[in-house]
Structures are given as C-alpha cells and as structure tokens.
C-alpha cells in the first residue's frame, strides 16, 4: 500500500477517489489504501502480459471504468449512494463552525488585552476569559466538523483561496529550504511559543521562579500539542487560535526583553529569583510602577524625621545603599548593602555626575521643599521622631547590631557583612548623617 | 439465470468463509474466492465487502510487509466474524435445501 501508482493506474485511482469524495475522510483514506493494493496487484499482472505499464484501456476493460468500480465498490460496502452524505445537519454545523470562527477571533483579543492590561487581577481574570473563548472555540470547530477531515475547512471559497495564497508563498522556496523550514523550524516554532506564552502568563502575573517552571513546562506542552497536531489534524481547531496569540506574543515579548522593562520582559530581570507574589519580577520599591529609591518622612508637624520601615510581616522594607561606600564601589568586590532606615543617605555627585570615592559628600536632606501641611491630618497620630525609633515593632529577627539613630546624630558605619537582597532579619543600617 | 445476481446475496458468506482458512489481504480474497469456482464475483465488490464486513466488526485488519515491496492490510475472522459466519452459514444450509426441495417438487 506503500507503492505508488504512476501512468494510468495512478489517473485510474485518482478518478475513484472522486467518484468516492463525499465519504468520510477517514473510511475514504482506508477504502483507498485497499485500492491501491488492488491496482498494484491489477497492475503487476498486466505487466506480466505486455511490456510497459498497462495502458487505460487495459485497466477498463479489467476492472470496469473508474466510475462502475467505485459504484461497485460502493453497493457492497454499504456506503450510502453518491451525493446523499451528511446533508441534513450541515446546517448546525455550518453556524458551529460561524461561531467556533468567531470565537476563535475573540479568544486571542481577551488575551492580548489582558496580558496588557495594567491590573494584574482584571488582566489574568481577561487572560482565563480569553483562554476559555478559544477553548470554546476548539469545541464548537469540532461540533461543525462532525468527524469529518478539517480540510473541509478548504473547500470553502475563502478557505480556499487562503490555502491558494499559502501555497503561492511556499512554491518560492526550493524543496530543500521547504524541508529545513517544517523539520528545523517547526520544533522550534513549537518550543518558543510555548516558552513565551507559558512563561510570559506566569512572568506578567506571577512569580519569577514560577515564570521559568511554567515556560519550562509551556514548552514541553507546546511540543506534544504539535505531535498530537500532527497525527489529528483536529487538534488545529485549538492550535490556530493559539499561534495566533503566540505569534503576536513572541514578537512583543522579544522586543520587550531588548528593550528592557517592559511589560513581558521580565525574563532577563536578576531580580526575580526568589521573589514571589505580584511585582515579584521588579527588585526594590515601587509605586504605580515607578521605581522608589528613597522615602523621606515627615511627622504630622511637618518635621523630618528618620524611621525604619516594615511590611506587614515584619520583614524589614530594604533599599539598596546609595551612599559614599557603596557608590564608589566596595574595594572587596561585594554588593553594596541594603537599609530600611530612611531617609537613606545619599552621595551627593558632583557637576560631572560622578562622585569621588576619596572626598565624597553625603546628605539625607529631601531634594526638594518640605511639603506643606496636609489640609485634612491623618486620624492616626504619627510618632513623634523621638519616639518613632523605640515604637517601631521589633520583628521576630535577630536584633540590629547598632542602636537606631536619632534624627541629627551621626553615627557612620560600613556594611559588615553584604546579605542578599531582601534576606529576612538581617537589617544593616547605616546612617551617616549630619 | 445470471449468478452474479446470486452471487451479490452471499458474496458476506464467501468471504467470510475464505478468511476462516487464514486471514488475508484483499487481492488474496479475491483470487481464493476465484480458486474456489466463483470467477464471474466482480473485483471492486469483493473490497467493498471486506469494508462492510470491517465496519460490522467481524474483521480484524492489520498491516504486514511482504516480500514483493508493498506493505499489505490483512483482514481476518474475529469472534464476531466467527459467530456470523456460523449462523450465515445455518441460514444458507436452510435457504439452500427449501431450495432445493421445492427445485425437486417442480421436477417430480
């Protein structure tokens, strides 16, 4: 059944398989296999007769015209008479496959919108919305095709005409580039979709760990939804519309990720490695997405005050040092430290832009006028900036190692040690102020 | 009479009873029913059957290489095949002596 037909055998085929057209794909393909292995036989027996393959008229008047044969075939098979197949509930499956097609349309959009929405929650809350629309898609694409080859798709005028355009594009390139295209560059069309919209879901929405396990895993999936794809082309009814995501996806995410700090392109972020929870991706402190590097308080009299911050849970609210040690680099190569002591202290540059390590000035002075009053004062009573240090709650963490400073004192001290960022407990001040 | 007209009622019981010897692939049906002194059964009918015969469950089918190249569909008897082919042939048995008793009456 491996053979292939060539000459008149080959057109003798051909006829039978349109004379047989209306059957389902499947039944058409198997009944045709068996054919097949009869005009092989058929054949090699006229050969046996004459020289040379035998000719059309040999072949009629041995097994009948294309036509009776497959008429034949057709009465003893049971197959339902030509043009009398499936016609009655064509029409649900016409508007199944209207809505699976529009849903296919629709799924991708709810998906781009969430993933660039602002709101992480309204944005992943989209990105299931859109998920499930293409899933719905997929089902209502299977309902229309009733069993039967998506190439059916095809034989709509418009399918037609795209299938046309495709090939068009194809035909340019020679069969070696054809052949490089599907074996090199559909494994990695497979793997990269599934790296970029596995990871980019996770990477948009959630953690950083999270973010290379999810596009670690995108990837296996995409590679076996292309397998399966291969073998049941009714998987395409789910594909498309997610290649169609991916291909938007995979541009945006790459330009995001050259640029740096976009909205996808926290892939190449130090940052996220064991951060978790929204914003896991960005290091240090922001606001409506601008970065914080410092925060200067005030007490309800509108007078400077110097604090220590803590989150909820007691972990210390830490900022990389941007003072004179840690801007003119550490000699011994480590990290600069973090504090949570604001205001921090900050190297004041100079004209150039840059600061000299040897005679480097540092202020904590805001660089910008104190803010006036606020017109309705907070319910809360602020501390006091005396009182502010004792009050703070001490977190169940090992004690800082020198005593808090009061606003005006000036106690300059060097990180002892440079702990990872954002490691619980461990809260290295340094306060040189003056 | 023509006898492929008969033939078209009991071309199932043929060749269901060709595969009961061994399974087979298509052309090797149709060349043991012809073997057998059924040369007028139409080539296309005997792959259709084989289909109908499949789609019925009574056939197995598998795919074997062969020597000459081509890789060959095998068909053979499952028990369904079995089952229908014993009480097709109680039928015929039945079918054929009415037959023949009453072909005998007319004679008499």
Known sequence: ?434 | MDPSQLLKGVLDLAVLAVLREADGYGYDVLRRLRAAGLEDVADASVYGTLRRLFAAGALTTYVLPSEEGPHRKYYGLNKTGRDLLAQSTKTWHHFADTMSVLLEEEAA
């Open chain 1, 1 to 434: 059944m491996n053979t292939t037909l060539t000459g008149p055998a080959a057109a003798y085929l051909a006829e039978v398989r349109t004379e047989l057209s209306d059957l389902p794909p499947g039944e058409l393909e198997d009944v045709l296999d068996d054919v097949t292995d009869h005009l092989t036989e058929v054949t090699g027996e006229l050969t046996g007769e004459l020289t040379g393959e035998p000719s059309a008229q040999a072949l009629a008047d041995r097994l009948g015209t294309p036509r009776q044969y497959a008429d034949e075939l057709r009465t003893a098979a049971g197959y339902p008479p030509r043009g009398q197949a499936a016609r009655p509930e064509n029409a649900g499956a016409m508007a199944a496959l209207r809505w699976g097609i529009v849903a296919a349309t629709v799924g991708p959009f709810f998906l781009i919108t969430g993933i660039f929405s602002g709101s992480p929650d309204s944005g992943f809350l989209l990105c299931l919305l859109g998920l499930a629309v293409i899933g719905g898609a997929g089902a209502l694409g299977l309902r229309a095709l009733q069993g039967r080859h998506p190439r059916v798709v095809l034989e709509t005028p418009r399918g037609s005409n795209a299938a046309a355009t495709i090939r068009g594009i194809l035909d340019q390139l020679s069969p070696g580039q054809r052949r490089e295209l599907r074996t090199v560059g559909q494994p990695v069309w497979w793997v990269a979709r599934g790296i970029v919209v596995g990871g980019g879901l996770f990477g948009v929405f959630g953690a950083g760990a999270a973010t290379v396990v999810a596009a670690v895993a995108g990837a296996a999936f995409s590679v076996w939804v292309g397998r399966r794809t291969q073998e049941d082309r009714r998987w395409l009814w789910y594909v498309v519309p997610l290649n169609v995501v991916a291909t938007i996806a995979v541009p945006v995410w790459l330009v995001a990720s050259l640029v740096g700090g976009g909205p996808v392109g926290r892939f190449d972020n130090p940052g996220y490695v064991g951060s978790s929870g929204y914003n896991g991706g960005a290091p240090g402190l922001t606001i409506d997405g601008q970065p914080v590097t410092n925060i200067y308080p005030f007490d309800a009299a509108g007078r400077p005050v110097k604090v220590r911050l803590y989150d909820e849970k007691g972990q210390p609210i830490n900022l990389p040092l941007q003072n004179c040690a840690a801007n003119g680099g550490n000699p011994d190569g480590t990290e600069p430290g973090v504090t949570n002591l604001f205001p921090q202290s900050i190297a004041v540059q100079d004209r150039d832009g840059f600061s000299d390590p040897d005679n480097c000035r540092e202020t904590d002075k805001p660089p910008f006028a104190a803010p006036p009053m606020p017109a309705t004062p907070t319910t809360s009573p602020l501390p006091t900036p005396g009182a502010s240090t004792a009050s703070l709650p001490t977190p169940g963490l090992p004690t800082p190692t020198q005593s808090l400073s009061t606003p005006g004192a000036s106690v300059p001290v060097v990180p002892t040690t440079a702990p990872p960022v954002r490691t619980p407990g461990v809260t290295l001040t340094v306060a040189p102020t003056r």
